[in-house]
């Protein structure tokens, strides 16, 4: 292997390994293998090849594209079209790009992502302590997305015009080769940074973290999206480890008096372990949410994973509140479909806000203690999700307490920081006084959660 290689490679591991991608050595010497095979000729091979060795799972390809563009980049410096045929200004660039954008040269696109980063993206002294290059600024500077128009009509000219359908999957095609310009865009100006302040630091503070590691309370629209498309594909995995957890609790406790009597016919050693068999009951599952605000999308993802995990449960029963509560298991359950709309169908069809529309815990926590008691019993677990903050109302811990004196278990799931929990309004300390209250700002956190807490 080249000399330096393997340190770049080393390097570069270690980076997907604080993205999350658990590659390890034996991955590590995979990927040093692939590359002795492959060579560096063919940068995309060398990519793909790399994949192969080191991504593992679901949802992580765009968390080691990214890495691999910082470690194995496609130039060094200034792009050597905006050295030579540089346009002489943003006009003429935005038509150079709406003419690549209606051919879909990705070539020249590449080449343009480099020009625009070049004199759209720089702050400062790009090459100074405080200066750098931002793909946020070129973008804003550049606006791609209002070329689309334009690219249309270049692609229809001397085309007979199609139906409203053709027209429709025209327009479709020109924003996704608008978005495949803003990601080059992106990783232009990653490249460039990563030469100027270090592959490291780009690489742990410039790349969008993987969809399984993003935080509820600051995921933005798509990123949301892109969750609600895990949901079954998780539910199926944390589906297997329930099922792995029941069938080993289904043997029970060690019988200690019918071991030692079985132990008697080997000499007193316990060859042959007898168990208390357990009953094979499946537990019920309540989960009370706070649909207000940001803490919506954390609410609305954890609804549908559990629902899709139902099958797992004798009842599942889901309701909701903002500052009064009401059930939306028919929601949910009739919401696979269409999970994007799930908070707004809740919001305009169930009765869970009055008034403010701030969130109002110790109502909530009481019309739900008092209208649905029966929802509670010996064998029902009860989920409450939300940040716990009162808005200044009281907290109604006594509700709370007789909830918790009905249920076979209560946890609480807590989308924000655990620094958070005593800060502003929150009540978060007082209840996890009474009931088990975890951290649980990630799609990777719910996923240990609810395999740990959930009852089998």
């Given amino acids: 292997m080249t000399a330096g290689v393997p340190e770049r490679l080393t390097a570069f591991v270690r980076a997907l390994r604080g993205q999350g991608i658990p590659a390890g050595p034996s991955e590590t010497i995979d990927a040093a293998a692939a590359l002795e095979v492959l060579g560096f000729a063919d940068r995309e091979l060398m990519r793909e090849g790399l994949a192969a060795a080191l991504v593992r799972r679901g949802g992580q390809r765009s968390v080691f594209d990214a890495t691999f563009d910082v470690y194995f980049p496609a130039g060094v410096g200034v792009p050597e079209r905006a050295r030579e045929d540089r346009p002489e200004n943003l006009e003429e660039l935005r038509d150079q790009l709406a003419a690549a954008l209606a051919e879909d040269d990705q070539q020249t696109l590449a080449q343009l992502a480099g020009v625009a980063v070049d004199m759209l993206g720089s702050y400062g002294v790009a090459s100074g302590p405080g200066g750098g290059w931002s793909a946020h600024q070129t973008l804003d500077r550049l606006q791609p997305q209002t070329l689309i128009v334009r690219v249309l009509a270049a692609i229809r000219a001397g085309v007979a015009p199609g139906d409203a359908f053709t027209d429709r999957l025209e327009r479709d095609e020109v924003r996704r080769r608008v978005d495949?310009?803003?990601?080059?865009?992106?990783?232009?100006?990653?490249?460039?940074a990563a030469e100027v302040r270090g592959r490291e630091r780009v690489a742990k503070h410039a790349i969008p973290p993987a969809a399984d590691r993003v935080d509820f309370l600051?995921?933005?629209?798509?990123?949301?999206?892109?969750?609600?498309r895990t949901i079954q594909p998780l539910s199926r995995?944390?589906?297997?480890?329930?099922?792995?957890?029941?069938?080993?609790?289904?043997?029970?406790?060690?019988?200690?008096?019918?071991?030692?009597?079985?132990?008697?016919?080997?000499?007193?050693?316990?060859?042959?372990?007898?168990?208390?068999?357990?009953?094979?009951?499946?537990?019920?599952?309540?989960?009370l949410c706070d649909i207000s605000g940001s803490v919506a999308g954390f609410a609305n993802f954890t609804m549908l994973l559990v629902q899709a995990l139902r099958d797992q449960f004798s009842k599942v029963r889901v309701f909701a509140f903002v500052n009064c509560t009401d059930e939306v298991t028919g929601l949910v359950t009739g919401g696979d479909a269409d999970p994007e709309q799930l908070g707004t169908r809740i919001l305009t069809e169930a009765e869970v806000a009055r008034w403010d529309g701030h969130s109002d815990y110790g109502d909530a926590l009481q019309q739900f203690e008092e209208d649905w008691a029966e929802a509670v019993g010996p064998r029902t677990s009860v989920l409450i999700l939300g940040d716990a903050r009162t808005n200044g109302g009281d907290p109604n811990l006594d509700a709370l307490r007789r909830i918790r004196g009905r249920?076979?278990?209560?946890?609480?799931?807590?989308?924000?920081r655990r620094a958070l929990w005593s800060t502003g309004d929150s009540?978060?300390?007082?209840?996890?006084?009474?009931?088990?209250?975890?951290?649980c700002r990630t799609v990777q956190q719910l996923s240990t959660l609810v395999t740990r807490l959930l009852p089998v």
């Fill in 218 to 228: 600051i995921a933005s629209r798509s990123q949301l999206a892109e969750l609600r």
């Fill in 427 to 439: 009540a978060a300390l007082e209840y996890a006084e009474l009931v088990e209250m975890h951290e």
């Fill in 407 to 416: 249920a076979r278990h209560v946890f609480w799931l807590n989308p924000e």
């Fill in 237 to 287: 995995k944390l589906a297997t480890r329930l099922a792995a957890r029941r069938r080993a609790a289904g043997r029970g406790q060690i019988d200690l008096r019918r071991t030692l009597r079985r132990s008697l016919s080997t000499g007193g050693v316990p060859v042959r372990p007898a168990f208390r068999h357990r009953r094979p009951v499946r537990p019920e599952i309540v989960l």
């Fill in 180 to 192: 495949g310009f803003r990601g080059q865009v992106r990783t232009e100006a990653r490249r460039r």
